[in-house]
């Protein structure tokens, strides 16, 4: 079990640097990852992240990272974006696939903990530059189920990228 754990935060730490290398060639202007603590993702746990813009004239492609092991039960994901100031409000219900047709986990990585890049907004300009509030939770549900899970096991981690955009 300690030998488990161990590679565990070796891949975690090895994903950690290369990402961060790939990260400094991407026009990163903004990252910021929140870790499960928890074996699941509870439903009432919205993970949040603030953002200071300081151009409104710079067009910004947004990101979601997500994180996930094989307890992950589910071949795509439904996510619930707030993003929000004193001016602005936008809501969008989004739907990543997580796995291929053949239930191979889409993303990059090593092992069982897989890492996905997926777009949030593309060509996107922030209004103003007041402190921009970014929550995102999770609505998914079996087949058949009026009610969405309570608890999502299998995401490790839930984060924002937000990048200069290249033409």
């Not at 603590?37 to 300081?54: G, L």
């Not at 039960?73 to 409000?89: D, G, S, T, V």
Request: with cysteine; hydrophobic share 40%.
């Amino acid at each position: 079990m300690a030998i488990k754990t161990k590679m565990k935060n070796k891949t975690l730490l090895i994903l950690s640097l290369i990402f961060s290398l790939t990260a400094c060639q991407n026009n990163v202007v903004f990252e910021q990852t929140k870790d499960i603590n928890q074996t699941v993702w509870h439903r009432d746990s919205i993970v949040k992240m603030q953002f200071k813009p300081h151009d409104t004239l710079q067009t910004y492609d947004l990101f979601f990272l997500i994180r996930n092991d094989n307890r992950y039960p589910y071949a795509n994901i439904f996510l619930i974006a707030k993003m929000e100031n004193r001016h602005q409000k936008i809501i969008d219900t989004l739907e990543y696939a997580m796995a291929d047709e053949k239930g191979n986990w889409l993303g990059s990585g090593i092992w069982d903990l897989k890492e996905s890049k997926l777009v949030y907004k593309k060509n996107f300009k922030f209004k103003d530059t007041l402190p921009v509030t970014i929550s995102v939770g999770y609505a998914v549900r079996k087949t058949g189920q009026i009610l969405g899970d309570e608890e999502l096991p299998g995401i490790k981690t839930v984060g924002i990228i937000i990048e200069k955009t290249t033409h």
